[in-house]
């Protein structure tokens, strides 16, 4: 399996600097082990130093290497069924937990934000969920129907097909869902902003210290490293989509199917085409089953991204397709050239929900957030910091167990069958 990094991203481009952290090089004691500094992990070690706990992180790259500084950077306040399916499949109590933890991990974002004086590009610019078809419009309606009624929230608003089309600055979507309080961010300079500001206070942090053996007895972990190890009573792993990189303990890699998500950034848009993209500045994400989404960028520039390749090698097609998808979404931009493209990997569980739990007696994961990861890492990490510390975390459907997926091993062909499914139902607007 091939893993590449986005060092060719524009969010790479624009951020700053990684932290400086050593390697590993020495054996060590904490409270408790953290595996991966992205969004999750440094959340975890943000909650439990909080909770007073001496911790450790160790990353096999740098802060934000995987998916957290390669995404679209959209903390999005929905998932990825609608308020009035997921009232229907779980019912409104489990529902309204679900609605209060999204508002929660929009606002982890701007906590750290505040409370560890970093920017990150943080902004509540606004989030459009914008319907590919007749009967996903309808579906956002009865989203917008079911707040109101049961969670008395009247902030989202439905946009009808022109209002969405003055809004995106297209006219392919049958109309939107607009979430005024969803937030944007550059990923990238986020994770590494708060892994510099967890480092000042003290976080013990490595970076290019891939964690490569997990022992266990007596009631502690001794993770082994290749320049050193840490011994600690709890172990959370928060490698997500990146789990398999390694032979991690708790078999946690069968439980999710690591799917590549592709990204394009342009170069600057003429003003007088820029102005018709967007102009509110508000985040989109599609209903097509195979995602698209896109938002303004700095320097006048589109990012849009979709489903990238299913082996995870870069190939040129893929970004030749989303390129296509951009022109077909906004044609004005036909003749605007593509400067950055980068792709990285999400996790994807059967039930499409992240989940959070333990794999043995101090042994704790959080992971599978598809493409919603932004936010719900932060309540996930937090979740995880309660159960070190032995406090209860009620997280719905998120905290229930998450089993291997079946047939494993045949999931390339099958994700191949599924894509193509997608890819016609989409064309055929069904
Ligand atoms: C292209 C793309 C676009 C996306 N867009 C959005 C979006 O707009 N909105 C949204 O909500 N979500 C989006 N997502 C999803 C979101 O980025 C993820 O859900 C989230 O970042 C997951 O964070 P994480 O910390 O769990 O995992 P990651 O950020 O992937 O971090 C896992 C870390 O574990 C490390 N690691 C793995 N194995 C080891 C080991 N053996 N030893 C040490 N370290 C190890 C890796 O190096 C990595 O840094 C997108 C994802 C991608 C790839």
Redesign the pocket.
Known sequence: MSFPDASSSFWNAISPPAPKLERLQRDMQADCVV????????NAAWHLMRRGLQVCV???????????????????LRYKYGWSALARKFGNEATLLLYKLVQEAVNGIESNVQELGIDGGFKRCGHITAAHTSADFQALRDDIDWLAATAGDRVPRLLSRSEAAEAIGTSVYRGGYLDSRAGGVN?LGY?RELASALSARGLAMFSS????KVESGEGRYRVH?EGGSVTARHLVI??????G??D?PGGLARRIIPV????IATRPVPEDVYSSILPGGE?V?DTRHLVN?FRRIPGNRILF?GR?SLSGLEKDEIYAGLFKQLCATFPALDSVSVEFR??????VTLDDF?HVGSWASDGYF??G?????????HVLGRALADMVVGAKADMGPMGKPLNDVPLHAWRLPAMNVVASYYRLRDLLSI
């Not at 595996?35 to 440094?42: H, M, N, Y």
């Open positions: 595996v991966g500094a992205g969004f999750t992990g440094l160790l990353e096999a790259h740098e802060p934000g290497w995987g998916a957290s500084g390669r995404n679209g950077g959209m903390a999005v990923p994770a210290t891939p964690v490569v490293t928060a490698t997500n989509a990146y789990t990189m390694r991690l590549t998500s592709s990204v985040l994400t989404y991204g990238g980068w792709s990285g990997r999400v996790a992240p959080a992971m957030y598809g493409g919603r990861g932004v936010a719900l890492t």
